[in-house]
């Protein structure tokens, strides 16, 4: 079996990202290519372990048509009342929030 890390580098000095035929069940899967719950619960593990109080009120409008909108609330004024500062999220939440709310979007439109 071919190991990619075994490849010689290329012109830019890193390892060919070509993959055998036979290796392709055993690759490494894309974030994009991860099945939709995989990624939610991946997103929602990084905003858990920051804001765990965030993560619950998350959980409870999640699939809800008003998460999209908290979501977009914690993003653009950190979910706070104007007369509370905050200094704003960490990138690797912020990007949660957000990946958060593209998956949200689709989702089936069956749900409450």
Request: with cysteine; aromatic share 6%.
């Amino acid at each position: 079996m071919h190991d990619p890390n075994d490849s010689p580098p290329n012109a830019t000095g890193f390892p060919s990202l070509h993959w055998e035929d036979e290796d392709v069940p055993t690759r490494p899967l894309p974030l994009h290519e991860r099945p939709l719950q995989a990624r939610i619960d991946s997103e929602m593990a990084v905003i858990a372990a920051h804001h765990p109080r965030i993560a619950r009120a998350i959980e409870t409008f999640w699939g809800h048509h008003d998460c999209v909108e908290y979501l977009k609330t914690l993003i653009l004024s950190g979910g706070y009342s104007e007369r509370e500062h905050r200094v704003g999220f960490k990138s690797e939440v912020l990007s949660a929030l957000i990946n958060l709310a593209a998956l949200h979007r689709v989702l089936p439109r069956n749900l409450p």
